[in-house]
C-alpha cells in the first residue's frame, strides 16, 4: 500500500486542504495513509503562524491526516528551493513514503517535470546568467531563462505558486535520489492569496485576516474544525516593536549573515538604512523592497534577524523527524519509520538527548523560536513549550 506524502504549513488548516487529502485517497485508495511535513511556529512569508504547531497539526489528523512531522524553522523559512528541499528530506527520511501529493494549477506532474529537469540543466545555468544582466527580479529571469529553453506555454509553470513549488519538490526529490509517484491534483476554488472565497472555497491568507480582524464567524464556513473558543489568534502586531528594535541593533555586516542576504548585490547596507528610517514594519519592508529584492524576501530576512538566525543554522541536511500529530494509523506508520527510515525520530522531547552535537543543536533553536512566537499572544506565555510539549495524539482510524 502506497503511503502518501504532503508538504503544508496548514495555516491554518482548511477545507481546501482537507479535499486534497480526500482526493489523495481517491487516486490511491480510501485507506491510504497520509503523512504530513508542517511548518512549526513561523510561516515561510516571514510571519507568525496563526496557532502554534502542536493545535495546527492536530487539526491537519482531525481533518484527515494520519502523522504530521515537522519542517524545523531554517527550511520553513526560506525560499521556494530551500522549503522544498526541507519537506522532501522530512518525507523521504521516513523511508515509507513513496508519494509526493501537491495542490497544483496545471494538475498534470508531466509539464512540472519537464520544468524541473530544465532548471537542472547546464543550459538553463547560462541562459539564466544572461537574464540576470539585465537587474529585472530573479523570478521574472529564472521564468524567461525556462522560456527560452522550453516555451512560453513549457515555462507558465514557474509562474504559479503551487505549480512552482511542485517544480522544486520534483528537483529536490531527484537529488535526493526520492523516486516515488507524484500527484499533481488540480486546485479548485479561492487561489494563493485570493481576497474572496470562491466555490466553496477560501485561501488560507483571508482566513487569517479575518480571525485577526474580529470576523472569525466569516472564516468558520471554510474551517472543518471549528476554531476554539478562547484561543487568540498570534499577531505579528505583538511583537512589532521588539522586531524594530532588533534591526535598528544590526549593521550591514550583521544583515549579511543572514541566508538570502544579497550580501553581493549590497542588499544589507539597504537594509541596514531601513531599519534606522523605517517606524513600523510595513514600512521597513516597503523602504527594502526593490523590483529585484521582493517584499516576500524582505519580510523572510526580518524574521531571521528577530529570531537571531544565521545562514549556517540551516544545515547541510535535516538531522531528525519531529513528531507533532498522530492517531492510531500514526503510530502503525511511526513504526515502520523506526524500522526503515534514514532519520532518528523524536516522538519525546527527551528524546533530543541522544541526537548528534548538530542535531541537539537545531533543537535548542526550534525552543528559542518558540519562545519568541509565544510573544505573539495578547496574553503572554511562559518560555520552554518546546521541551514539554508532547505529540498530540488522536484516537482513530
Not at 496548514?10 to 503523512?35: A, C
Request: aromatic content about 8%; glycine content about 10%; some cysteine.
Amino acid at each position: 500500500m502506497a503511503v502518501a506524502g504532503i508538504i503544508a504549513e496548514y495555516n491554518p488548516f482548511h477545507t481546501g486542504h482537507q479535499r486534497l487529502i480526500r482526493q489523495v485517497r481517491q487516486r490511491l485508495g480510501e485507506d491510504t495513509p497520509v503523512v504530513a511535513a508542517m511548518t512549526g511556529n513561523w510561516a515561510q512569508r516571514g510571519e507568525c503562524a496563526i496557532a502554534d504547531k502542536w493545535q495546527r497539526a492536530r487539526w491537519a489528523v482531525q481533518g484527515g491526516a494520519d502523522l504530521v512531522l515537522e519542517l524545523p524553522t531554517p527550511w520553513a523559512l526560506s525560499s521556494a528551493e530551500g522549503f522544498a528541499r526541507g519537506g522532501m528530506e522530512v518525507l523521504a527520511g521516513t523511508g515509507v513514503v513513496d508519494a509526493l501529493c501537491f495542490g497544483s494549477e496545471c494538475g498534470e506532474s508531466a509539464p512540472l517535470r519537464r520544468a524541473a529537469q530544465c532548471l537542472d540543466s547546464p543550459a538553463f545555468a547560462q541562459r539564466l546568467h544572461v537574464h540576470l544582466d539585465s537587474h529585472k527580479p530573479f523570478a521574472v529571469c529564472r521564468q524567461l531563462a525556462a522560456a527560452d529553453l522550453l516555451g512560453l506555454e513549457g515555462a507558465r509553470v514557474l509562474a504559479s505558486p503551487n505549480d512552482n513549488l511542485g517544480v522544486e519538490y520534483l528537483r529536490a526529490g531527484q537529488a535526493l535520489g526520492w523516486t516515488g509517484e507524484v500527484l499533481a491534483i488540480p486546485r479548485t476554488g479561492a487561489g494563493h492569496d485570493d481576497p474572496r472565497p470562491a466555490q466553496g472555497y477560501a485561501s488560507a491568507s483571508i482566513l487569517r485576516e479575518w480571525m485577526r480582524t474580529g470576523q472569525g464567524w466569516n472564516a468558520s464556513f471554510f474551517l472543518p474544525t471549528p476554531w476554539p473558543e478562547g484561543l487568540s489568534p498570534a499577531h505579528m502586531g505583538q511583537i512589532e516593536r521588539a522586531v524594530l528594535y532588533r534591526l535598528r541593533s544590526m549593521g550591514a555586516r550583521d544583515f549579511a549573515r543572514l541566508p538570502d542576504s544579497g550580501a553581493g548585490e549590497g542588499l544589507p547596507d539597504r537594509l541596514a538604512a531601513a531599519a534606522q528610517s523605517a517606524c513600523s514594519m510595513e514600512e521597513f519592508y516597503f523602504t527594502a523592497k526593490t523590483k529585484r529584492y521582493t517584499h516576500a524576501r524582505i519580510r523572510r530576512l526580518a524574521l531571521w534577524a528577530f529570531l537571531n538566525l544565521e545562514a549556517q543554522d540551516r544545515l547541510e541536511h535535516i538531522p531528525y523527524l519531529r513528531v507533532l500529530a498522530l492517531n492510531r494509523r500514526g503510530r502503525e506508520i511511526l513504526r515502520q519509520v523506526n524500522k526503515r527510515g534514514t532519520l532518528p525520530v523524536l516522538a519525546k522531547p527527551a528524546h533530543a538527548r541522544r541526537l548528534s552535537q548538530p542535531a541537539k543543536e537545531l533543537m535548542e533553536l526550534e525552543a528559542r523560536c518558540t519562545d519568541l512566537y509565544d510573544l505573539c499572544f495578547p496574553e503572554l506565555k511562559k518560555g520552554g513549550r518546546e521541551w514539554t510539549q508532547s505529540p498530540v495524539y488522536l484516537p482513530g482510524r
